[in-house]
């Protein structure tokens, strides 16, 4: 089936946090290269993060009624029900109207009431999941779902029996790809030889790992030619400031021969990536694939403060692997971060070993391999391809 233009009609949705919409994007602009006529429409929430960013992208949105039910009281869940159900049937008359062809979801409650309508229209439907421990939504959904795509074959035991799993990765921007270490470098003022450490908590910041590395500064800048880029988060950017210059540091030239870069945000992560030599970070779906796409040996810190504590399960597949090394929060410190890495920076072999396990985990083309799966859903084959990827039951 097709509309009425003859256009293959895909309708996306997933929202809540830009882990579940940037995956989105990524992958509704593969499927429009592999099949440019392709027409999409981004349905949503009205108040979620997914409105204000798919509208910036310059695509179609259509908001839907929804809410969360996991953790709500009896009271609140009863209301987010209810909104669900106007959900489901707002969602139902916008497939028909729009004359969908094959639904994309990527979690987060925005996406519930879409998945739930596209069983009820017989709409295929292609879930994809960014995490080793599915969310809620995508979890029930995987029930009745064509495919699910998901980052590792660990979350297959999280999902229901004869849930159809496929295994993709999340996709990444081309430029985590493409760019140089040079090119890292030279964007970020960094000198062109030397190790280079780059610590991150996420957009947001984080400030448990922030006050860590604090502590663990003094003892680092000592190791010789070593860089650090230092993404403090806007919400913390004057905090860390002020921890640096009580310790008697400012960002600039270091006296074994590096640079000290203090930013609250890296606008070119991209840079950032190509250049680091170790990276600590949070274990967010997003950030891990691109980690692994460039295989860069990493020190993970995963937030306790995630649904079902998903950072965590991501982070051990990695730390599995030998990709990476995991310290939970509760047990981080600045001398224990100091001591990890200190040990992993005097180590060109081991960190050697890590780069080549994480780069073995990366899957660079996590994006177009769903989107293929997308429309060998909706019964596209022409100029589809096959999709090199793969489940525990097989190649899908």
Known sequence: MRGRTGALRLIVCGGGT?????????????????????????????????AGIVKGEGLPFEA??????????????????LAAARGVLAAVRILRRFRADVVLGTGGYAAGPVALAARLCGVPLVLHEQNAF??????VASRWAYAVAVPFAEARAHLPRGARVVVTGNPVRRAILETTAEEGRRVLGLPPRGPVLYVVGGSRGAQVLNRAFLEALP????????????????????????????????????????????????????????????????????????????????????SPNVTHNHQEFNARVLARAGAATVIRERELDGPALERVLRDLLASPETLRAMSEASRRLGRPEAARDIARLVLRAAGCRARCGQAHVTSPEGPA
Request: proline share 6%; net charge neutral; glycine share 18%.
């Open 18 to 50: 830009g882990g579940h919409v940037y995956p989105a994007l990524a992958i509704l602009r593969a499927v429009q290269e592999l099949q440019p006529e392709t027409e999409v429409l981004y349905v949503g929430t009205a108040g979620g993060l997914e």
């Open 134 to 139: 599915p969310g809620v939504t995508n979890r």
């Open 219 to 302: 003892g680092l800048l000592g190791v010789g030619g070593l860089s650090v880029v230092f993404s403090t988060g806007r919400r913390y950017h004057d905090e860390v400031r002020a921890g640096l210059a009580s310790r008697g540091f400012a960002a600039g030239p270091t006296d074994s021969g590096g640079v000290l870069v203090v930013v609250p945000y890296v606008e070119r992560a991209d840079a950032a990536l190509a250049a680091a030599d170790l990276i600590v970070t949070r274990g967010g779906g997003t950030t891990l694939a691109e980690v692994t796409a460039r295989g860069v040996p990493a020190v993970i810190i995963p």
């Open 64 to 81: 839907v009624p929804s809410g969360g039910i996991v953790s709500k009281g009896p009271l609140a869940a009863v209301g987010a029900g």
